[in-house]
């Protein structure tokens, strides 16, 4: 029995239930009939929407997961791959600075030369002009 119907002789009154549910008892015998009140009947329907809706959300949280380790998996590569760009061009950077500084020498080098060689072209010429 339900704890409301305390102290109340079983079959003289009928009880209700929170969840809509009556009982009567019929005449004197053993039978009990139960009736459910049609707003509480509504809950069922209410509570297998609410199911589906949970089922549903589960579904979308696991794709939401599925996606998360994709993209993380896709960011760490990407990841390793900067690195090893970055490593290719730290290095030929270093080559080009080397063969810089090396051909560098011989720039200086071929200006020097150049201006010697315009100045005694100047010198040259004012040898012959003045003539």
């Known amino acids: 029995m339900d704890s409301s119907n305390r102290g109340v002789p079983y079959g ?22 139960l009736r459910i009140d049609p707003m509480h009947g509504e809950l069922d329907d209410h509570i ?22 994709y993209q993380n998996d896709f960011i760490n590569q990407l990841q390793m791959t900067l690195i090893k760009a970055q490593a290719g061009v730290k290095n030929n950077v270093r080559r080009l600075n080397k063969s810089i500084v090396q051909q560098g020498s011989n720039h200086v080098l071929h200006v020097i030369l150049f201006a010697l060689f315009c100045f ?6 004012s040898k012959f002009s003045r003539k």
Do not use: C
């Open 120 to 125: 005694f072209m100047v010198y040259l010429w």
């Open 12 to 33: 003289t009154a009928p009880y209700r239930s929170r969840d809509g549910l009556s009982t009567r008892v019929v005449g004197n015998s053993e039978e009990i009939q």
């Open 48 to 69: 297998s929407g609410l199911h589906k809706k949970i089922t549903k959300l589960k579904s979308v949280a696991q794709e939401i997961e599925s996606e998360a380790k």
